[in-house]
């Protein structure tokens, strides 16, 4: 990692760099009770993340409900501080910034939100909306606000005469973009976009999804994408880390993912995703699941897969997998990794 | 766990109560001292008009108000809890726990006088809560199940009207028509309830009962109805409709079921509210209840009378909240502590 | 799963006077008037459904999916929905019949599964009561008989120690559980037809594929006909005999599986399909997305209603913009509503379309 050098110059984007890694990223919420409101557990939403993103990529997380995607999400943003670990952006360490010297940062680190009606306020214009980052962080444009507002919203594909109207005149795939118009106002580097199309009809999940790559293109933005779609996912993404309960079980290229799965998680999550193919109907061999997600108050120990693994053999339950790089560019937790190509490579551990 | 809760609940309600009490104190003591007044100028309010400065300040020594602010606030929870001895000169006179104290016109002991006047107000708000309990949600459902039809306006009118309309209003406005006018009803008063008909007793109460009902009837037909229209709604009842079930269990099981949960709160609320004394409606129908015993203790600046009547009407309030809060637990399994 | 249709006819009702279908929808029309207008939620659909076989209804949200399915279960609130064509269930008119003689058939002959199982069970009340009171309806047994049946369909949806779950609360249940729960009630009086309305949703994906293997598994046990409602074709295509795309409250094609699949004919099945990503071909470069935003359903637009959104509504000299596309027999029951020529139909599909799905 290179930290030192980054002190004073400012960092000249090069695609390919490091922009954000991420080391033992932990997050717990914890639960109390009693008489005293003693601290009796902890939702452990998120244990122990450990990854990079490089700039101009598409890194996405997904995994089922309650993994951790959204508090990852959040704590990247740092709209959450972690529990422990390390979130370093572009050369800094922004783990336990305070509000006072994230704030410049936030320029830079953008989220957009899941929800396209919650997370716009009802009574405020688009121009508001959209204009607010300007205000807030203070930033001087060329043609005043409002004609930034505006070039923002042609960007997205809304019209300019939006600027007076209010979020409820608008569909959801709109207001969505009236989201993504009010995250790029600030032109940041990173955005993290928590499920951004999971609220969208099919038809204009499409024109999000092309709009969030053409923007991509056009201003060398480097993506987190928080998706539980695995066909969206495999879409949009370059890498792709699949969590559960909280953990990275495994993280690896897009291909690589979907083509040669190494994670019996990830494996069994592939094959349950219902594919629009008649000839494929019924006949499909597939992998089923018991059960649902353990509860995050107290995961499994060990493999937290093991409660559902059709793999899993004494071992899981007592020993911890690390998440290790059994191919270049692939890593996986697991003891009885699915897909290796030396047969022998990991079965003695 | 459950235990745990308890004891959480009840400590705080001990606390809430005694905050009370300070805060009461404070106003009725601190604040004249802090306008500059003596303890004999406190003091002088409580003797006659022609009295000595010696007198005075002889009933200010004897009201304690010459000891520190402290002492006398210590005194006065330490009576609450032991009781207390109190000494006229004349001879030790013993003030059992709970000790609210002397009037300090009257020289009478406040605690029985206020135990004297609670069954009264049980009987009004008790009756009353029947009857407006009853009517109230009873017009809620018909008005919801009705809605936009012209039982619901009017049924909405009337009930915008109830919780309009003051309570000396309305309350004046039936004496003067029922009392006054047909002579169908006393004038005020109560008659107690014990070996005599209970039926009196009911007669007398008739009417503070109908009007205080009125005006709480009227509010809570307005919330059950907003709150039936809403269950009605909600999924749940539409999958109730999807086993066959009939309207009626629909409804009865499905729907008021839900919407009458937080009116169980509001309603637990507004009786412990009304047990500390309905004091519009016991002025109005002159019924010796605490009410009527908070608004004597009031003009007169009666020290202990005020401070017993708000501690009681506090503990009231705060058992209510306790009360609703358990059975908010037995109504709804989602908050039941695990 | 294609042979066993003549032999259920078993019922001794006589009423049916055309056709054998169990459930047989007529010109369906349901309308809300508001305060902004009518909306025309549901404006002529029709349909036919055997038992044992599996109907999917796929559109985009506010196509009028759930309102047919409610108009057939009759949950509409009365005198808020106009509602007019028929509905037969075995026979019987559902839509002129009175509401005493539908609430009677709901539950016992047609139940209902809904999208979001937490919201759709009653908080206050046990699961195993709610089952028991869904079997009680219908039948006169004791509660422990009832009881004891709730426990057994509990068993059979697969939740784990039935016997001590039925007295716990629908809160205390997973997502999955929940939706199992659900189906153990809409199943519990043994219904001819079951009406699942977007039951995998709310889901996760592994419990998805959990809860679609059991009602294809109960679908064969039961024999009933099934109506799968969704906006996932891949949904669809895991359970569906048949399909019927809906859009703005009509149906714009009506097919097999394999017709809606392999040979789509309309266009905004097309735009459909190519606008979801697909996880068993090859990743397209860029999606294709359909232009524009579904449209009002109270100013829906003249002629067909996709015409604003559609990029061959100008190959039919301005029929798409004026005339409603009756929804015609293309061969072999392949039913489409679009006015687009056989040849430039075929055109578009084997140039446009067909190379980038
Ligand atoms: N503020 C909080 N306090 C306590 N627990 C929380 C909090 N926020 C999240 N959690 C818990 O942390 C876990 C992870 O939540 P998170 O929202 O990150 O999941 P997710 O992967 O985004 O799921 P989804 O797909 O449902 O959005 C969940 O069990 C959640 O209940
Ligand atoms: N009671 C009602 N009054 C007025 N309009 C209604 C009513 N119920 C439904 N609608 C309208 O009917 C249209 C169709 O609704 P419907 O619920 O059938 O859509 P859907 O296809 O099920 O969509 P989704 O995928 O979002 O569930 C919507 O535009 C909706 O607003
Ligand atoms: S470590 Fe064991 S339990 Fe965990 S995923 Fe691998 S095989 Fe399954
Ligand atoms: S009728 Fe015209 S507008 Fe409608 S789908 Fe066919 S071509 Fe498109
Ligand atoms: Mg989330
Ligand atoms: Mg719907």
Redesign the interface.
């Known amino acids: 990692m290179t930290t030192a050098d980054t002190e004073s110059t400012p960092v000249v984007p090069k695609i390919g760099e490091e922009i954000l890694s991420v080391d033992g990223l932990v997050k717990h919420f914890p639960i109390r009770k009693g008489v005293l409101q003693r601290q009796v557990g902890a939702v452990q939403a998120v244990d122990g993340l450990t990854f990079n993103v490089t700039r101009g990529e598409t890194l996405s997380l997904v995994g089922e409900s309650g993994c951790g995607k959204t508090t990852t999400g959040r704590l990247l943003t740092r709209l959450l501080a972690p529990t422990s670990g390390k979130i370093v952006f572009e050369g800094r360490d922004i783990s336990h910034l305070g509000e006072g010297r994230m704030r410049p940062l936030r320029r830079d680190v953008q989220m957009i939100f899941q929800d396209p009606y919650g997370s716009l306020n009802p009574r405020h214009t688009v121009g508001k909306i959209v204009g607010a980052p300007f205000r807030l962080q203070h930033v001087k444009t060329e043609h005043g606000v409002k004609r930034a507002v505006q070039e923002l919203l042609e960007l997205v594909g809304l019209s300019p005469e939006h600027y007076n109207r209010y979020p409820h005149e608008f569909s959801g795939g709109q207001r969505q973009r009236i989201g993504i118009a009010r995250t790029l106002a600030l032109r940041p580097k990173l955005i993290v976009a928590d499920e951004p199309v999971s609220a969208l009809d099919v038809s204009i999940q499409a024109q999000v999804v092309n709009l969030l790559e053409d923007l991509q293109e056009e201003f060398d933005l480097t993506y987190v994408m928080i998706a539980h779609d695995l066909s969206v996912v495999r879409h949009v993404s370059d890498r792709v880390a699949v969590m559960y309960l909280g953990k990275i079980v495994e993280l690896a290229d897009r291909v690589d993912l979907y083509e040669k799965p190494m994670h019996p998680y990830t494996v069994a999550l592939l094959s349950a995703v219902p594919v629009p193919d008649t000839k494929r109907k019924g006949k499909q061999e597939r992998i089923r699941l018991q059960g649902d997600v353990p509860s995050p108050i107290n995961p499994p120990p060990a493999c937290r897969f093991h409660t559902r693994c059709w793999k899993a053999q004494e071992i899981c339950k007592t020993q911890e997998p690390p998440l290790v790089e059994l191919k270049p560019g692939h890593q996986t937790a697991c003891h009885f990794p699915e897909n290796v190509e030396a047969p022998a490579a990991k079965a003695d551990q | 766990?459950v235990f745990?809760y308890l004891?959480?609940r009840v400590?705080g309600a001990v606390l809430l109560l005694l905050i009370v009490t300070a805060v009461t104190f404070a106003i009725f003591f601190l604040v004249p001292r802090l306008g500059g007044a003596t303890a004999d100028d406190l003091a002088g309010r409580y003797v006659g008009k022609s009295a000595g400065q010696e007198q005075i300040h002889n009933t200010a020594v004897r009201l304690g108000f010459t000891d520190p602010l402290y002492v006398q606030y210590g005194r006065f929870v330490k009576g609450l809890v032991v009781g207390q001895d109190y000494n006229y000169g004349t001879g030790i006179e013993r003030c059992p726990a709970p000790c609210f104290g002397y009037s300090f016109l009257t020289q009478q002991p406040v605690w029985p006088d206020l135990v004297a006047r609670i069954p009264v107000t049980a009987s009004l708000a008790g009756g009353a809560a029947f009857i407006w309990l009853i009517t109230g949600v009873g017009t809620g459902i018909v008005s919801a199940l009705r809605r936009g039809s012209v039982l619901d306006r009017s049924l909405m009118s009337v009930a915008l009207a109830g919780v309009s309309l003051p309570i000396f209003f309305t309350g004046l406005l039936s004496l003067s028509i029922f009392s006054y006018g047909l002579g169908w009803t006393q004038q005020g008063g109560i008659n107690p309830l014990d070996e005599t008909n209970p039926l009196w007793w009911a007669y007398d109460l008739i009417l503070p009962w109908v009007t205080l009902a009125f005006l709480y009837a009227a509010a809570y037909a307005r919330l059950t109805r907003a709150g039936m229209l809403e269950t009605m709604n909600?999924?749940?009842v539409?999958?109730?409709?999807?086993?066959?079930?009939?309207?009626r269990t629909v409804i009865l099981r499905?729907g008021l079921?839900?919407a009458l949960?937080p009116i169980l709160t509001i309603f637990g609320l507004d009786l412990g509210l009304l047990m500390g004394g309905a004091i519009l409606t016991e002025t109005t129908f002159s019924l010796p209840g605490i009410g009527q015993y908070a608004v004597i203790a009031l003009r007169a600046n009666d020290l202990p009378k005020v401070l017993g009547v708000t501690l009681v009407a506090a503990f009231f309030i705060v058992l209510a909240n306790l009360v609703v809060d358990l059975l908010y637990a037995v109504?709804?399994?989602?908050v039941r502590i695990s | 799963m294609t042979e066993p249709i003549e032999e259920v006819q078993d019922a001794p009702v006589q009423r049916v006077e055309r056709g054998e279908a169990f459930l047989d929808v007529r010109n369906l029309q349901v309308h809300f008037p508001t305060d902004d207008g009518v909306v025309k939620s549901v404006d002529g659909v029709s349909f036919k459904l055997e038992r044992g076989k599996t109907l999917g209804i796929v559109g985009e949200s506010g196509s009028g999916k759930s309102v047919t399915s409610l108009s057939i279960m009759g949950l509409h609130p009365p005198g808020v929905a106009k509602i007019s064509g028929q509905i037969f269930l075995d026979g019987q008119d559902l839509v002129s019949s009175s509401r005493e003689e539908v609430r009677l058939l709901r539950g016992k002959r047609m139940a209902m599964i809904f999208q979001d199982p937490l919201s759709a069970m009653h908080p206050f009340y046990t699961v195993g009561r709610q089952i028991i009171e869904a079997y009680q309806v219908h039948n006169e047994v004791s509660k422990q008989v009832a009881r004891k049946h709730a426990i057994e369909m509990l068993d059979r949806v697969g939740i784990p120690q039935p016997d001590r779950r039925v007295d716990a609360y629908p809160h205390q249940f997973s997502g999955g559980m929940r939706q199992r729960a659900m189906i153990a009630m809409a199943l519990s009086c043994d219904p001819d037809l079951l009406i699942a309305d977007e039951p995998t949703t709310a889901l996760d994906v592994t419990v998805q594929a959990q809860i679609l293997d059991l009602i294809r598994d109960l679908q064969r046990e039961f024999n009933s006909a099934v109506i799968i409602i969704t906006h996932d074709l891949g949904v669809v295509a895991e359970l569906a005999d048949d399909i019927q795309v809906m859009y703005a409250g009509r149906a714009a094609e009506y097919g097999t599986a394999e017709d809606i699949f392999d040979r789509p004919q309309h266009p905004y099945t097309w735009g459909l399909l190519g606008s979801m990503p697909r996880i068993d071909r090859e990743r397209s470069e860029r999606l294709i997305p359909i232009k524009g935003t579904p449209p009002s359903l109270i100013n829906v637009p003249s002629g067909c209603a996709f015409n604003p959104r559609c990029n061959y509504a100008h190959l039919n000299d301005g029929l798409s913009q004026t005339e409603r596309p009756e929804l015609l027999d293309t061969g072999n029951g392949h039913l489409v509503a679009c006015h687009l020529s056989p040849q430039n139909r075929r055109q578009a599909w084997e140039t446009d379309i067909k190379p980038k799905l």
């Open positions: 766990m745990a004891v959480r400590i909600e999924d749940y539409r999958t109730a409709r999807a086993k066959g079930l009939t309207e499905h079921r839900s949960t109504v709804d399994p989602r």
